[in-house]
């Protein structure tokens, strides 16, 4: 897709489901995008208020889903700027690393001790607690930078590359055990436009299965 394409399709999403601004939408939209989520499953698993700011107790996490085949599974934690600037995408690394400790706690079921949270990551914590022992001791991580930016992927890994490493070699002393992908999506890597469901899934479905 190009990033107008990304634009628009963002826009007709927040003007079919009156979620917030298109900054906040972008996170929703691209869950349905790329996973084929219904409106239920998407807004819950996306951030609400995302302002790109400290202050929506999302602790850097836009939205995320949650894949399995068989015992194995993948979490997804996704940071979205709605932006086609590179200080945007250095930006978005340093809030996935500002996500890691938290995200290591939910996996762990270590409590916020009454700290504020977004339903993120409330709705993360609930999904977590449903996977068995052995789920959780071959958690994959997949982490996820969605943007706007159309410059060549070599300016753009150039221009970011001291914020990746950065978040890299915290992920490895974080996590040091865990099978982890870091990803950078473009509007070119987003593929055609999906619509949205009419009708939307079971509650119960909210942990997608890869066939």
């Known amino acids: 897709m190009k990033k107008r394409e990304v634009q628009d399709a963002i826009e007709s999403f ?15 939209w691209f869950l349905h995008h790329m996973y084929q989520l219904s409106e239920t499953e998407l807004m819950r698993q ?29 979490l997804i934690i996704i940071q979205a700027k709605n932006s086609s600037s590179l200080n945007y995408i250095s930006r978005a690394y340093n809030e996935l690393k500002r996500a890691l400790p938290t995200i290591k706690d939910i996996i762990h079921k270590i409590t916020f001790g009454g700290q504020l949270q977004n339903k993120v990551i409330v709705n993360l914590r609930s999904d977590l607690n449903r996977l068995t022992e052995s789920q959780r001791n071959s958690l994959r991580i997949e982490f996820i930078i969605i943007h706007l930016c159309e410059e060549d992927p070599v300016i753009i890994s150039n221009k970011t590359k001291n914020t990746k490493e950065s978040l890299k070699e915290s992920i490895e002393t974080i996590f040091p055990d865990t099978d982890y992908s870091l990803k950078n999506i473009s509007p070119q890597d987003m593929g055609a436009q999906q619509e949205i469901r009419a009708k939307e899934s079971p509650q119960n479905n909210l942990v997608k299965f890869i066939k």
């Open 14 to 28: 927040r003007m079919k489901t009156a979620y917030g601004s298109c900054d906040d939408c972008f996170p929703p």
């Open 46 to 74: 996306s951030s609400e208020g995302h302002k790109g700011g400290l202050n929506n107790y999302d602790f850097g996490i836009d939205a995320y889903h949650i894949e399995m085949s068989d015992s194995k599974c993948k």
